[in-house]
C-alpha cells in the first residue's frame, strides 16, 4: 500500500464557527455586522493591492524616463533596435517562452552589466516590443545602416543564443539565422564560427550524465564504479604526471635560453 502524507487542515471552518457563534449570542445585527466588516476588509485589501501597483508602475517608468534622459541617442537607439529585433524573431513561431525572456534578460545583466535602473528600461522596451506590430525587416535595416560590424556581430550572436534556448532547432530556423547575418553583412568565416559555437554546445549538452561519467572515469584511466580511495590515488598520479610534464617543458626552455645567452649573448626579451 503507497503511503500518504497527511496535510494539516485548513480552518476554512472557522469562520462559520464565529458566525455561528455570533448568530446565537448577538443574534443577525451581530451576525450582519461581522459580513460587513469582512466584505469592507477585503475590498480595502484589494484597492491596497492594486494603489501599491500603480504607485510602483509610476516608479518604474519615472525611473526608466530619468536614465533615458541620461544617456545618447545613439545607445537609446541601439537597444531599442536590439531588444525589438530579440522579441520579434522570438514571436516567429507564435509564442514567446520564458526561456526566451531570460536569454534576454541574462545578456543585458550578465553581459553589459546593466543595472536596476537599466534592467527596467531594457523590461519595458520588451514589453512594448511584444505588444509592437513593427516588421522585423524594418529593424534590420536600420541597424544594419546604423550601426558598425561589431554590433552587427553582437546581434548575430544574440539571435543564435536566442535560436538555441530551444533544445529542437529546426532547419527554417538555422536558416532564419544565417539569412540575417548575410543581410547583416557578417563575414562568413564569423557567421559559421558563430554557428559551430552552439551547435557544440547543445551537442555537449544533450550527452547524459552517464555517458559523463565514464568519461571522467576513462580521464583517471579508471573503470566506472571505482571506490574513493583509487580515485584519489589516479588523481594523484595524474596530477604528478601533469606537473612533471611542466618542469620538463620548462627546464627545457631554460636550457635552450642559457644555449642562447652563452652562443649570442643573447636573453629573450620575456624573460625580462
Known sequence: MEYRTHNQPGCGGCLVIIALVLLVTGGAPALLNFLGFLFFSGLFGVLLLVGAFWAFSYYVR????????TQTETHNRFVFLLVNILVKLAQ?????????????????????HYNQDQMYWVKQLIKE????????NAHLVEFRNSF?????????????????TNQDVD????????????????S????????????YQQRRGGVSSSQREEHYYA?????????????????????RQAAFLIYLISFS???QCEICSKRYHYVPASLY
Open 253 to 255: 626552455v631554460a636550457s
Open 188 to 199: 562568413a568565416y564569423d557567421q559559421r564560427t558563430i554557428e559551430a559555437k552552439y551547435i
Open 129 to 136: 516590443a511584444r505588444d509592437s506590430d513593427a516588421n522585423i
Open 219 to 239: 580521464t583517471l584511466g579508471l573503470q566506472k564504479g571505482a571506490d574513493l580511495v583509487t580515485i584519489k590515488k589516479a588523481y594523484i598520479q595524474k596530477a
Open 92 to 112: 516567429a513561431d507564435g509564442r514567446f517562452t520564458r526561456g526566451e525572456l531570460n536569454t534576454m534578460l541574462e545578456f543585458f545583466q550578465h553581459n553589459l
Open 148 to 164: 558598425g560590424y561589431e554590433p552587427r556581430l553582437i546581434l548575430l550572436e544574440l539571435v543564435y543564443q536566442l535560436l538555441y
Open 62 to 69: 519615472q525611473r526608466v524616463s530619468t536614465y533615458e534622459a
Open 171 to 186: 532547419t527554417d530556423d538555422l536558416m532564419q539565422a544565417r539569412n540575417i547575418a548575410t543581410f547583416l553583412k557578417i
